[in-house]
């Protein structure tokens, strides 16, 4: 008796607190920080409350109808079956509710769809599994990988708060001005969901989705991939920045300056070599970031998906370099192995290869330079 008592207070203190407003309860949809996104939480709500409406009439007149028409007070049935009346009435009244809410329905789809007249274009392309992303009107591209440490996913150290949601490079976008995003993929199907700007957009291979968003306040806002895209969907984070158009014009510039720097810089590399350890420190951080997801920390991969590093013939054997450099570059087709020659510089293309053929006790002793990588890449293209 006591548990039940408790449940009814509970009941009665959610059916008539005052100070709490829909968009303050948990299970419901937030509004998100774009006039979409309210458009889309008014919308939300405006159907909600009519399914509210419905259900009160419907179940009322229910119970209505059985406590005043219930057998013990000898009540006759009314006798309308196949009424032209009743049929019409309730085939008419669901039609015109239907048209009232596909209205405003109507009028969200079509300014959700509505990119023209941007200030930016972003290109979003989704790959296994990362983001890259690359500004249209400026020089400024890159990718976004997950952040969270590998020790936080095995459960060695106390998880962040925004485990598995933080990524090496945010996506950087100025308030108040219609950003369009153009979706697309390099291998399977992925879906970019930010749910504060009411943005979930499938990326499909071979094919480009747009969408927009137009912040009005400053803010770190985070999403995720939200479609199954294999082993390591759930660590896909998307992560968007938005900053005062002031501050991001500087941004822009100064990361346009940055990257052109680091393309003159990796021309100059190229009459450099790395030190064994300093392409062992490289290649250790680049085989984490982008090869560790497919072929395992320690290099063991997965039988039957991803091949193991670790011994194989390939990273272990002097003859088998040059086709080791080519794979990394360009991939395998009909496989997981993706190109890494646009992803990656050719330092990081080196190092990495140097790793892979001296760590887990392959110990090759190969130093592989970065003028290697562009003879090869140069090799390819002709």
């Known amino acids: 008796m006591a548990k039940t008592s408790r449940y009814r207070c509970t009941l009665l203190s959610l059916l008539f607190v005052e100070t709490a407003t829909a968009a303050e309860l948990p299970l419901n949809m937030t509004k ?6 309210l458009q889309v939480y008014d919308l939300h709500m405006t159907i909600f409350y009519i399914c509210c409406a419905i259900g009160l009439v419907v179940f009322g007149a229910m119970f209505w109808a059985i406590i005043h028409h219930r057998k013990a007070k000898g009540v ?13 009435l309730w085939t008419a009244i669901p039609v015109v509710i239907l048209v ?6 109507t009028k969200t789809l079509i300014a959700m769809e509505d990119t023209s007249d941007s200030d930016v274009t972003i290109l979003v392309t989704g790959s296994q599994w990362k983001w890259h992303y690359k500004y249209l009107d400026y020089p400024v591209e890159y990718y976004s990988l997950l952040a969270t440490p590998q020790k936080q996913i095995q459960n060695k150290i106390a998880k962040g708060e925004n485990y598995l949601l933080e990524v090496d490079r945010p996506l950087v976008i100025p308030t108040g001005k219609k950003v369009r995003f153009l979706m697309t993929s390099d291998d399977v199907i992925h879906s970019w969901w930010v749910p504060a700007f009411a943005v ?3 990326a499909n291979p071979g094919y480009i989705n747009e969408s927009w968003a137009n912040v009005n306040e400053p803010g770190i806002y985070r999403g995720q991939c939200a479609e199954l895209c294999g ?6 984070p998307v992560v968007v920045i938005a900053k005062e158009p002031a501050e991001f014009d500087s941004w822009i510039r100064q990361e346009a300056e940055t990257q052109a720097k680091a393309k003159a ?7 450099m070599n790395m030190t064994m350890a300093e392409a062992m420190a490289l290649g250790e951080k680049t085989y984490l970031g982008y090869c560790a997801a497919c072929h395992q920390p320690g290099g063991q991969g997965l039988p039957g998906a991803f091949p193991a590093l670790k011994g194989s013939k390939m990273a272990t054997t002097a003859t088998e370099l040059a086709a080791h450099i080519d794979i990394v570059l360009n991939g395998k087709s009909g496989t997981a192995m993706q190109a890494f020659g646009k992803q990656l510089t ?6 990495v290869i140097t790793y892979e053929r001296n760590a887990w006790d392959n110990n090759t ?17 002709e």
Do not use: R, Y
């Open 32 to 37: 998100g920080v774009t006039d979409i996104s």
């Open 76 to 88: 006759q049935p009314a006798q309308f079956h196949e009424s032209t009346k009743v049929e019409i």
């Open 100 to 105: 009232i809410m596909a209205i405003p329905a």
């Open 200 to 202: 979930k957009k499938d």
């Open 231 to 236: 082993k390591d969907h759930g660590f896909m």
């Open 265 to 271: 810089a990796e021309q100059e590399l190229l009459s």
């Open 346 to 351: 050719l330092q990081e293309i080196a190092a």
């Open 365 to 381: 002793g190969d130093l592989v330079q970065a003028a290697a990588i562009h003879a090869a890449k140069t090799g390819n293209k």
